[in-house]
């Protein structure tokens, strides 16, 4: 998980002024839209539209990740006949299964064959958006060894589920979980849903603490105006950089000593409490604050 | 291609181009075009159309092109996506 993954923002697929934008917006990872977003009378318009658009935009040190239809609609397998040959970073498979999973990854072999791209450069970002998904999140991500993350879709999820979808996300509470924890073993992105209503700030901040105390590792973005309060959130706050960094320090000092557990601040330092120092420093080193 | 039916593709939102293609009976390929940068780009856009048509094996059609500040990419995959409706 080197890659800074903190926003995915999503891009309707069929629209050339943002897609043409989307490099220069600030999110981490950018997603063009081929499913929701796209009418079912231009998928194959917004198909082509992308295709080109990847081959031909700089998107600078933006991740470029493409949602395909799903493949039971038909329009997923078209979608990856046509995209994967232009190499975006990563395929978004919504509504992923386990069977979904294996057959992109079979066919992004071939394709990288064919194209001469290097086996396995492709990944893959299963859309987790159905009680079934929860329930076999852990399978889905073994499903292939490209799969470098997973997004919640929580709207989806909640209709799977018969339930509401309310403001405070109490009902989705068990599935941040399971999508964290998951995510953390296998050592890949756990990213939450989006947030949709853009006039409540306060709301939506709280969101994404929400998300991040649960130990997901970044949000989706359904518009540019997200992203910026999704940084500040999930970037390690001064205080704890200057903690990790202090804590390093002891620790290095405690080795020369050979000590194993010591204390700072009057609290027991240990091997879970450097190893979580080391992380903030590497989300501090990758966001650009060390 | 042949161009059999005629099909649309594209939008009239800015960055975009709307395309109309039919088949032609006289033969040959027909542009007509309009642009809001027909000035400056207009014999660029031209180009890019005729270039994608030629790409597309396309040798009779008539093309009726409404450009509303699109880029080549956009041009490209709208008049890609107007020959296969059509064929």
């Not at chain 1, 498979?93 to 194209?115: P, Q, R, Y």
């Not at chain 1, 989706?220 to 970037?235: G, K, L, S, V």
């Not at chain 2, 390929?29 to 400056?40: G, H, K, T, W």
């Not at chain 2, 780009?41 to 094996?57: M, R, S, V, W």
């Amino acid at each position: 998980m080197e890659r800074l993954r903190r926003t995915m923002l999503f891009m309707p697929g069929n629209n050339p002024s943002m897609l043409q934008s989307a490099g220069i917006l600030g999110a981490d990872s950018v997603i063009l839209d081929l499913e929701d977003a796209v009418s079912i009378t231009e998928k194959d318009s917004a198909r082509i539209l992308v295709r080109n658009a990847i081959k031909n935009i700089n998107f600078y040190d933006t991740e470029v990740v493409v949602r395909i239809n799903p493949l039971s609609s038909g329009f997923g397998i078209k979608d990856i006949e046509e995209v994967a040959r232009v190499k975006p970073d990563a395929l978004m498979v919504a509504k992923a299964t386990e069977e979904d999973i294996s057959t992109v990854c079979g066919m992004l072999e071939k394709i990288e064959e064919e194209e001469g791209f290097e086996k396995g450069s492709i990944k893959l970002f299963p859309l987790i958006e159905t009680a079934y998904g929860i329930e076999n999140i852990s399978s889905i991500i073994a499903s292939s060894y490209r799969v470098i993350g997973v997004l919640l879709g929580a709207e989806d999820l909640t209709a799977d589920l018969g339930i509401k979808r309310t403001r405070e996300g109490e009902e989705i509470f068990y599935a941040r979980n399971k999508v964290a924890s998951v995510c953390r073993a296998y050592k890949i992105s756990a990213i939450d849903t989006p947030f949709a209503d853009m006039d409540d700030i306060e709301g939506f901040k709280k969101d994404i603490q929400k998300a991040k105390s649960l130990g997901l590792t970044g949000k989706a973005a359904i518009n540019p105006r997200q992203i910026d309060t999704i940084h500040e959130i999930f970037a390690p706050s001064l205080e704890e950089i200057d903690y990790a960094k202090r804590v390093m320090k002891a620790t290095e000092e405690a080795k020369k000593e050979g000590i194993g557990v010591f204390s700072l601040d009057g609290k027991m330092v240990d091997a879970p409490i450097i190893a979580r120092a080391e992380d903030i420093l590497k989300n501090a080193r990758l966001a650009g604050l060390l | 291609m042949e161009i059999k039916v005629p099909a649309k593709a594209g939008t009239m939102e800015s960055n975009d181009i709307y395309i109309m293609i039919q088949p032609n009976d006289e033969g040959g390929i027909q542009l007509d075009l309009e642009s809001i940068v027909m000035a400056q780009f207009g014999k660029q856009i031209k180009e890019t159309i005729l270039a994608t048509l030629e790409e597309l094996d396309v040798k009779d059609a008539h093309i009726i092109a409404k450009d509303r500040g699109a880029l080549d990419y956009t041009i490209r995959a709208r008049i890609e996506t107007a020959v296969k409706r059509a064929i």
